[in-house]
Structures are given as structure tokens and as C-alpha cells.
């Protein structure tokens, strides 16, 4: 687990590493250049020519000592000052005295972009204007440049905090980011401008965000990382879950399917489907270890009971047979299917999973959302919810383009109104519960934005919640290991290649 800080975070962190534990801000910004040197040697050899650009802040300081290092070990690189030289910071005052004292090549502006290896050292974490005049002259011509581009911390002209580009942004190939990953990283679009992120540490002391109980975590180390329920030797079916996967309309049969199979490829012991009888005879053909319940799906669904008291004792019977309940991929949002969330939110106390339309119901009928409200929910079980940004849009009756300018900020204040583990799916999907800290993932790829595989999401979550997992553990993990599979898939293929079932079936090669 790494923690993820916004630009205050990091320069809170940079101060205690000065202030608290005697680490002089020079050495800092000496190992900082250090790393980076070893990741241009460790890339691109001995054979190269390197320009640094330079800024007047801190950022500038480490790239003008990175252009003194790289000299030493015979590398033919020079520095390019960008900006105003009456603001240079006291740190990069001194690393370029330094570099004039031994004669590193200085120029004022941009002289060319001729080199095989480009430095961009122009902004750091403390951006917050929009990159104007001789800046964004000096990033347009890093970006129409044919030289490999390393980022120092982040690239020029995105922002820290949210990932938003300040008028214009470098675009790297790697960005050497130090002690921590900054959220604009890992937010798009300033994450399309990363490129390959390496963290570099610089002699920070873990101390400093060791108990950290807020912010933002992610995960990068899979063998470290991924955590998944323990299996028993001794175990049968009923030991490890019994999922009731409520799912799949008349017209949306293969929702339930990919969200039974994927329960069943997380661990699951036992799945029962309550669907439209129109998907009996296909289910039971295309997964016949699951039990399928069915009911009535009329066409308009605007006559007769909106759920019958056959369909309802067998909807209870599941509920009462399950160890977990997941409902709305393909139920569409019908009178029946609002009656059926509603029995489930009215008598059921065990772990559930809402996804897909389930979530557009609610979104219409807020009596029914606001029993999931803290103080107004009947049951004290875990509860996720799994809406894509639109799907989260409806819940909050906000557009999306207001949500998407502070995602975590909407994803935190939702939590903090209603009692359950928030699973917003995005180009990063974040992860939030009241209490905890937020989970942004940093696993997955575009090639997953196809349909079913937010049904894939649903089945692997409720998997393993059956086996015991907290709700926040299985959003999380289930989150995490939903974005491997795709990545995996994507790798043996393409991202324009994969469907739905291609993530289940790379579960198989994370899931060992």
C-alpha cells in the first residue's frame, strides 16, 4: 500500500522531513537527483545527450542538479533556465552557483531541443496558474520534440491535486516522482501525461505518514499488495459463500450470467439467480452449477401486481438461504424490479452489493436511497455500492461535469450521508467509506470500458464478500483484482480486443 498526497500533504511532509528530523532540504533535492539520474542511465545508457529546463523553483533545483550529476558520469548535458531568474529559490541559487562554478553549458530560454533526453524541471507539486509566456513556449516545444521526455516529481503544467492541466502540460514518457505519488499522477487527464510513474525515495521518514488515518492510498505491488480471502483444506461448498445474484431482465440475459460466473471465479461456494424466466433455459445451459429462481417479466410491466406472493416467498427463501445478496445488473428499472429492490432493502440484514440499475432506481425514488442513510438504515450490515460516474451523477442529481472537476470530494461527502463502501468507476475507479481511508486504483485500462464488465465488478465483489471479507475489503479487493484480470487481458491481447468474459477468464491467472 502506498499513500497518494495532494501537493499540501507532500510539502507538510517535505517540512517534517526538514524540521522535525534534521534532514537539510539540499540533501533532499541531492537524493531526489540521484534517483532520477539512475532511472536516465538505467533507461537510456551512457551514449546520450540531455538537456534539463529548468524553472526558478525547487523543481528547477533539482533538475540543474541532475544536469551537474549526469556530467560526472561523462554525459554530455546542459541546462536550459526557463522563466524569471529574480525568483530563483534559495536551494536552486545555490545548485546553480554550483553548476556555474563548474562550467555546465547554461542557457536562458529554450536554445533547442536537439537532445535525445529531455529533463522537464520547469513546475513542480506547487502549481496553481495557468502556464502562460515563456513556460508554455518552453512546453510546446518539449512536446513537439523527438527526444524522450523524464519528468521531474510531475510534469509542467499539471495539477497536483485533481490532475487538471494548467493550460498546457509536457507530455512525459516517465515521471520520476519522489517519496510519494501525487493525486494529479494518478487523475486523468494529468495521468495521460505521466507516462510509466516511478516512486523514488529520497530519505523521507516513513514516520511522517505512518499513522496517517486520512487521505488517499493505492496499491502497485501486486505480490505485496492483493490480499484475497484464505481458503480452508477442509472446506466444502457452503464454507466458502453462498451468493443470491439477483440480475437480468427479459431483454439483459447475459448480465446475470457474467455476475454469477465471476462470483463463482472469485471463490464463491454457491450462487442462486433470481431472474426473468426468460434466461432460465440459457443459464442452466451455459452454468448449470448455479441455481436459478425465476419471475414474471412482463412486457411494460404496467399491469397486475407488481410482484407476486409465489415470486416474493421465493425471493425471501433466497435472501434467507444467502450469506450475501447482490442485485440490479440487467433488472432494468421496471415496477417489478423496483418492487423486488424494495422487499430486498426492506427485510434484508446480510452484506449486498447494489450495482447498475439498481442504483438508477434508487436515484429516482429517494425514500428508497435514504435507507441507506446513516441513522435511517434498518440494518447494521455492509452495504456497497458500485456506480459508474453517470450512475453517480443520478444519485447525487449533480452533472457530471461538476463531479468529475473534485471526484473525491463528491465521493467522500456522499459517504459521509450514507452508510455504506462507495465504489465510483472511473478511468480511476476510487474506493470510499466513512472511517476509512479512500482506495484509488491504480490498476485497469481503457480496454475494460466495454459492456459487462461493470457485471464482471459486481460478481467478483460479491465472491468475495461471500467468503468473509469486510464490505470495504471486498470493494476494495475487488476493485483491484477486477483491474489486474483486465490488464492481464489487455496484455495477452489488446485493449481493443477485450469483452466481459475475457476479464473472468484472466482471473484465473491472479487468483492462484
Excluded at 507538510?12 to 542511465?41: C, F, H, N, P, W
Excluded at 472511517?435 to 486504483?441: A, M
Aim: proline share 2%; charged share 25%; net charge neutral.
Amino acid at each position: 500500500m502506498e499513500y497518494v498526497l495532494t501537493s499540501a500533504e507532500m510539502k507538510a511532509s517535505d517540512k517534517a522531513a526538514i524540521e522535525i528530523y534534521g534532514i537539510d532540504s539540499l540533501v533532499l533535492m541531492e537524493r531526489a537527483a540521484l534517483q532520477t539520474v539512475k532511472v536516465i542511465l538505467d533507461r537510456f545508457g551512457l551514449d546520450i545527450y540531455v538537456g534539463v529546463m529548468a524553472g526558478n523553483g525547487n523543481n528547477g533545483g533539482d533538475g540543474i542538479a541532475i544536469a551537474r550529476i549526469l556530467r560526472e558520469e561523462g554525459i554530455r548535458a546542459e541546462i536550459n533556465m526557463i522563466g524569471d531568474l529574480s525568483k530563483l529559490s534559495d536551494e536552486t541559487t545555490v545548485q546553480i552557483e554550483t553548476a556555474k562554478k563548474l562550467h555546465i553549458p547554461i542557457y536562458y530560454g529554450v536554445e533547442h531541443t536537439l537532445y535525445d533526453v529531455i529533463v522537464d524541471a520547469m513546475f513542480g507539486i506547487g502549481l496553481t496558474r495557468e502556464v502562460e509566456g515563456a513556460y508554455r513556449k518552453a512546453v510546446e516545444a518539449i512536446n513537439a520534440s523527438k527526444a524522450k521526455v523524464v519528468a521531474v516529481d510531475i510534469p509542467s503544467g499539471v495539477n497536483a491535486d485533481d490532475g487538471s492541466i494548467m493550460g498546457c502540460a509536457v507530455k512525459a514518457d516517465i515521471t520520476v516522482t519522489y517519496a510519494y505519488r501525487k493525486l494529479g499522477l494518478m487523475l486523468y487527464p494529468g495521468a495521460s501525461c505521466a507516462g510509466e510513474i516511478i516512486c523514488a525515495p529520497i530519505g523521507i521518514p516513513k514516520e511522517v505518514t505512518q499513522n496517517k488515518r486520512t487521505g488517499v492510498v493505492t496499491f502497485t505491488d501486486v505480490k505485496n499488495d492483493l490480499h484475497l480471502p484464505e481458503r480452508n483444506p477442509s472446506g466444502n461448498k457452503g464454507t466458502f459463500g453462498k451468493v443470491l445474484l439477483i440480475a437480468g431482465s427479459r431483454t439483459m440475459g447475459g448480465a446475470c450470467f457474467l455476475s454469477a460466473l465471476s462470483a463463482y471465479r472469485a471463490g464463491a461456494g454457491m450462487v442462486r439467480i433470481f431472474t426473468a424466466v426468460d434466461n432460465r433455459e440459457s443459464l442452466l445451459k451455459k452454468i448449470p452449477e448455479a441455481i436459478v429462481d425465476t419471475y414474471q417479466d412482463q412486457v411494460g410491466d404496467t399491469e397486475g401486481l407488481a410482484i407476486s406472493l409465489e415470486e416474493s416467498n421465493t425471493l425471501l427463501s433466497g435472501v434467507e438461504w444467502a450469506d450475501v445478496v447482490a442485485i440490479g445488473p440487467g433488472i432494468s428499472v421496471s415496477k417489478k424490479a423496483k418492487a423486488i429492490l424494495s422487499v430486498i432493502l426492506a427485510v434484508c440484514d446480510k452484506p449486498m452489493v447494489l450495482d447498475a440499475d439498481a442504483l438508477n432506481i434508487l436515484s429516482q425514488d429517494e425514500k428508497l436511497l435514504r435507507n441507506l442513510e446513516y441513522g435511517h438504515k434498518k440494518y447494521d450490515n455492509d452495504v456497497i455500492l458500485t456506480p459508474h460516474i453517470g450512475e453517480f451523477a443520478r444519485l447525487l442529481k449533480c452533472p457530471t461535469t461538476m463531479i468529475k472537476k473534485d471526484l473525491l470530494c463528491c465521493c467522500k461527502t456522499f459517504t459521509k450521508k450514507y452508510d455504506v463502501s462507495l465504489v465510483c468507476k472511473d478511468a480511476r475507479t476510487i474506493v470510499a467509506k466513512r472511517g476509512k481511508l479512500t482506495y484509488l486504483n491504480s490498476s485497469g485500462n481503457d480496454g475494460m470500458a466495454t459492456a459487462g464488465s461493470g457485471d464482471v465488478l459486481t460478481g467478483i465483489t460479491a465472491g468475495y464478500l461471500a467468503q468473509g471479507c469486510s464490505g470495504f475489503e471486498a470493494a476494495v479487493m475487488g476493485t483491484y483484482t477486477h483491474g489486474l484480470a483486465g490488464d492481464l487481458a489487455r496484455k495477452k491481447t489488446s485493449a481493443y480486443y477485450i469483452m466481459a468474459q475475457d476479464i473472468i477468464k484472466s482471473l484465473k491467472d491472479i487468483l492462484v
